[in-house]
């Protein structure tokens, strides 16, 4: 090796160890002021007085329970319980048509709607019920409103008048009268 190609190392050599050195006097300068917080904070924590630690609360024993699923009924087993409603609507006969299709005031709650006024059309009286959505529906005898297949029977100039299929029971229906009275405040 050339004499200029020691040089060189040398000098990389002795930059390296500056830089080193540098770097080391710069941390302590550094760490000098910063330590002496920390060292202040930590005997201030360390001079305090010592608090008892709370016991763990106390756990309850729970008592066992043994399940005994021998005299229920298996839920993975489909039971036929239109069979059973056929047989217990027949004592009395009522019972809602099923296969009807539903009308569209039978969304609807009975309480929501709200009879606003009648309309004579080709001599016969029509209803005007009005939904809690503010839409107007025209009705006559024989339609379905109300969420307990109520069909009506009978509409007069102040209120319509219907007939309920109420539940009375697992399986059981009875009828119940009701009606939709005219509103006072319209709008």
Known sequence: ????????ILNMKSTRYLVMLGAAVLMSACT????????????QIKAREKSAIEP????????????????????????????ETDEVAVQNGVRPDSVRPR???????????????TVTMSSSLWGLIQANDGTIHRVRNGNYI?????????ILENQIELLEIIPDGPGSWRERQASVKLSEKNG
């Open 1 to 8: 090796m050339n004499r200029l190609g020691q040089t060189n």
């Open 56 to 83: 763990l609360p106390e756990i309850k024993t729970v008592e066992t329970f043994v399940f005994d699923p021998s005299d229920l009924r298996n839920p993975f087993v489909p039971t036929d319980i239109n069979e």
């Open 146 to 154: 109300g969420q307990n297949h109520g069909k009506i029977v009978r």
């Open 32 to 43: 000098s002021g910063e330590m002496a917080d920390l060292e202040d904070y930590v005997n």
């Open 103 to 117: 009308e569209e005031l039978e969304s609807y709650s009975l309480d929501t709607l709200r009879m606003v006024g």
